[in-house]
């Protein structure tokens, strides 16, 4: 299955919604009455896609022609601070990725340990909440195999995302930092994976290195970059703002399907 039926079958739940996030950030942070719009055409917007497709419903997968020329870069371009300019300058020789939580085996594992892991690669489309989509190719991890190897505990809900990078200079704390989470369907989607290589080489810093998430059926802002901790939680409530993400603790959607 394509995303092409999927999208059409979604379009009259997900229309408002995208037209009101593109209308900007500044609006849904500052307006109530946006955000609750959001809140409901988000539920509609899930339950849809749910109701409607079964969970191993693939995104579209493009052929090498379709991988487009410039693919832009979203969000940050290069985290600030020493630790990670460090870990530029080192090639990534020294970056470890943690995985723990509500989990019976914590893991930490760097790149050649991910590289040897079970792997997918896929082109497939990024679509940005600003209304622009680029087509590239991406392998890395299949998430569901690193879970499956750090054995989820009972308990565990969603999978959070910690982040090296830092949109909100004037936050204190974690609140600064990029995090992201999705639940257990999509973090045990076939095309869910934690990405290393971008167009056939090592995913460049722009793109967040050394390694990013890939969850085909969300937008842009949840493909978080920069990845540097993964925690199995039972809920995200305690954590930043206490909705699920940078860009959700700030207004936006938490599920971002499209």
């Known amino acids: 299955m394509t995303s092409i039926p999927r999208r059409g079958l979604l379009a009259g739940a997900g229309s408002a919604l995208l037209g009101l996030t593109l209308a900007g950030c500044d609006q849904i942070g500052r307006n109530p009455g946006v955000r609750a719009t959001l809140a409901r055409a988000e539920g509609l917007t899930m339950a849809a896609q749910r109701l409607i497709l079964p969970r191993t419903a693939l995104a579209r997968e493009f052929t090498p022609a379709d991988i487009s020329p410039d693919f832009r870069a979203n969000g940050s371009l290069r985290p600030a601070g020493t630790a990670y300019q460090n870990l530029v300058a080192n090639d990534f020789a020294d970056w470890r990725l943690e995985i723990g939580g509500l989990v ?127 925690e199995a939680v039972e809920s995200f409530a305690h954590i930043a703002g206490g909705q699920g993400g940078f860009w959700e603790d700030r207004g936006y959607e938490w599920y971002a399907g499209i």
């Open 104 to 230: 019976e085996r914590p893991l930490s594992l760097g790149l050649a340990d991910l590289r040897a892991r079970p792997a997918r690669t896929q082109i497939t489309r990024h679509d940005c909440v600003e209304g622009w989509s680029s087509i590239g190719q991406w392998t890395g991890a299949r998430l569901s195999a690193l879970l499956e190897e750090a054995g989820l505990k009972p308990e565990a809900n969603y999978i959070v995302f910690h982040c090296a990078d830092r949109l909100d200079t004037f936050a204190e704390g974690d609140r600064g930092l990029y995090y992201e989470s999705i639940d257990l369907v999509d973090a045990f989607h076939e095309q869910t994976i934690l990405a290393y290589q971008m167009n056939g080489a090592d995913l460049p810093v722009k793109h967040g290195a050394p390694l990013r998430l890939r969850v085909e059926r969300q937008l842009g802002y949840k493909h978080a970059k920069y990845v540097m901790r993964i």
